[in-house]
């Protein structure tokens, strides 16, 4: 039975979800770490730039510009923030490092791996809590909040992992949530300042040039939902609204149309900023988690817009890369149990090569001593299938002698009940064979001769060729050591 062997080989299916759960919690650690990198990093910045904000907002108020009682709030707030301040940020950024998991991106199928990086990611999350306490405590939410786009873009840039930029999508995310939620309260300061102004007129003016102010008015809250709408079904009935507001000649037909189309049209722009800034939020969580699992799988990212779209886009290729990254886990656990299969049934490694078939699909190759002038060779495929087959070992690419042929059928005959100890092996070692792609029986026709020069080869072993007259000899397996205290 024993020409090429080609299986496909699994772990259960338990060790494959401790494998899915680590990649899960280190893109997550890795989401939180950034996060909290680039929020320290900002309000560090920002409490060195006080002393010279502060210079600022005094000569302002010294000039006669701006509100005065904002530039007061804003030297009394830089005024408060002493050195304290940056040293307890300093703190906090020495602990975050220390909290960062070394094992971040590497994945096995260990239990006790999996506890650890949950424990190590509970940690960070508690110290990204202490973080956003701390901010509260000494009122540094609005110099995080006014611009903190750029301090998570800085964390992607600068990299925990390494390469996690994403381009400016996050900074620019990170602007317009700020915008949106800046904007909310527009409209009733809009109307407050356009009724001011018109009760002010309505003595000076007569009926004419009020109805005019108050038309102007309202085109003005329509011209703002139209600048701000994130919805274009929104933009387009405003954009109407605004063309019928044209029509409007009487003084009851405007009250009538503010109270009722413009107000619904506010309703809808509040509803609509609402929704995009979750979806704001939504796209830079995934954003950040996207980019940790490109840094672990060392794929190029993509841009993704911020759309429910791009967001299910980007999801989907989240759980692609996932289910990439346990695969590749998988594969290197069986790789790992073959290596060790191998060494203890007596067959030495001589070679190993990583090559392209002629489809172009990559694939690994390993060579292991069998006889005198013999080889094992085993070959990984990257969907998981493995071939083994025997050759004889010379130093060009040719076809065996019939005499050559004979001799590699008896090794041929031999490797079976090696095969079958060496499939028994790797399920003691939850190795399991999920698929028989080919078992193909001993023939002639499957006798080839493997070019060694094609191999990166263990210069510290003697490498006989086949048909060199030397005694012909099968491996044995070797005993496991064992410690007297066992």
């Known amino acids: 039975m024993s020409g090429p062997k080609i299986s496909i080989y699994q772990l259960p299916e338990a060790q494959r979800r401790i494998a ?100 190590s990611l509970e940690r960070i999350k508690a110290l990204r809590a202490e973080v956003g306490a701390f901010s509260g405590e000494k009122n540094l939410a609005g110099i995080l909040d006014g611009d903190a786009g750029e301090g998570l873009a800085a964390a992607l840039l600068t990299g925990i992992l390494g390469d996690l930029a994403t381009g400016n999508a996050a900074e620019e995310e990170e602007r317009a949530l700020a915008g949106a939620a800046a904007s909310l309260d527009l409209d009733a300061a809009m109307s407050d300042i356009a009724a001011a102004g018109s009760f002010d007129m309505l003595g000076a003016e007569d009926a004419r040039d009020a109805f005019q102010a108050d038309k102007d008015r309202v085109g003005n809250l329509l011209s703002s939902i139209i600048a701000r709408s994130p919805d274009a079904r929104l933009l387009a009935d405003a954009k109407n609204a605004l063309h019928t507001l044209d029509t409007i000649a009487g003084d009851a037909y405007l009250r009538t149309f503010e109270s009722i189309t413009v107000s619904a049209l506010q309703k809808r722009l509040r509803e609509a900023e609402k929704a995009h800034a979750a979806l704001l939020a939504d796209h830079r969580k995934e954003c950040v988690r996207y980019a940790a699992l ?180 099968r491996p044995t397996a070797k005993k496991a050591l064992r410690r007297v205290d066992e």
């Open 20 to 119: 899915l759960a680590q990649v899960q919690c280190d893109a997550e650690t890795a989401a939180c770490l950034a996060e909290m990198k680039g929020l320290i990093e900002h309000a560090i910045m920002a409490v060195q730039s006080m002393p010279q904000m502060a210079k600022d907002a005094e000569l302002m108020l010294r000039r006669g510009e701006g509100d005065p009682e904002e530039l007061k709030r804003r030297i009394a707030q830089c005024e408060s923030l002493d050195g304290s301040v940056l040293s307890g940020l300093r703190q906090y950024q020495n602990e975050m490092r220390r909290a960062t998991p070394l094992l971040l991106g590497r994945t096995s199928t260990r239990p006790e791996d999996l506890a650890r990086k949950q424990k």
């Open 294 to 473: 490109c840094s672990f799988s060392q794929t190029a990212p993509v841009e993704f817009p911020a759309t429910e779209e791009g967001v299910a886009s980007m999801r989907k290729a989240i759980r692609d890369m996932e289910s990439e990254l346990v695969l590749q886990e998988e594969q290197r656990h069986i790789s790992e149990a073959m290596d060790d299969v191998m060494a203890d049934m007596g067959y030495d490694l001589i070679g190993h090569r990583e090559a392209a078939k002629k489809s172009g699909g990559p694939f690994r190759n390993k060579l292991y001593a069998f006889g005198e002038g013999t080889a094992l060779s085993v070959t990984y495929s990257p969907d998981g299938q493995i071939t083994m087959e025997l050759g004889g070992i010379d130093t060009s690419d040719r076809v065996p002698s019939a005499q050559e042929s004979s001799a590699l059928q008896e090794d041929m005959e031999a490797f079976c009940g090696d095969f079958a100890a060496i499939e028994e092996k790797l399920r003691q070692k939850d190795v399991h064979m999920e698929t028989r792609v080919s078992l193909a029986p001993v023939a002639a026709e499957h006798a080839k001769i493997i070019n060694i020069n094609d191999y990166v080869l263990d210069t510290g072993k003697q490498i006989p060729r086949i048909g060199t007259g030397k005694k012909r000899r």
